[in-house]
């Protein structure tokens, strides 16, 4: 299962899908982001599990540099997320970003 959120905002990425977010000024280890209050306004108290930290992503638009990293967790089905659920296998059913892509691409 996968979750997934349709961006609204007026951006460049308005109208496509990209994994639950948080946006941090400076890279944090992952310890670090869960204790955060952005990871707990996502997740509040939910178990979750870290199957998989990917390597960072480097990302170039014409007005800034986004460094990302993917963290594959291992999280209840029956978990009550605002997010859309889909089968891993949909996922290349919805548009995403390049920079999701290229990490998708990884995957395969």
Do not use: C, G
Not at 7 to 22: A, G, H, V
Not at 60 to 70: G, M
């Amino acid at each position: 299962m996968v979750f997934l959120n349709k961006r609204t905002e007026q951006d460049i990425w308005k109208n496509l899908f990209d994994f639950p977010l948080i946006e941090t000024e400076k890279a944090l280890s992952y310890k670090k982001l869960i204790l955060s209050k952005e990871w707990r306004a996502l997740f509040s108290e939910e178990k979750l599990n870290l199957i998989n930290e990917s390597k960072p992503y480097r990302h170039i638009l014409s007005h800034q540099i986004i460094i990302a990293k993917f963290y594959h967790l291992e999280i209840s089905e029956k978990v009550n997320l605002p997010f859309l659920k889909i089968q891993f296998e949909d996922l290349k059913k919805y548009p995403v970003s390049r920079l999701i892509e290229k990490y998708l691409e990884t995957l395969d």
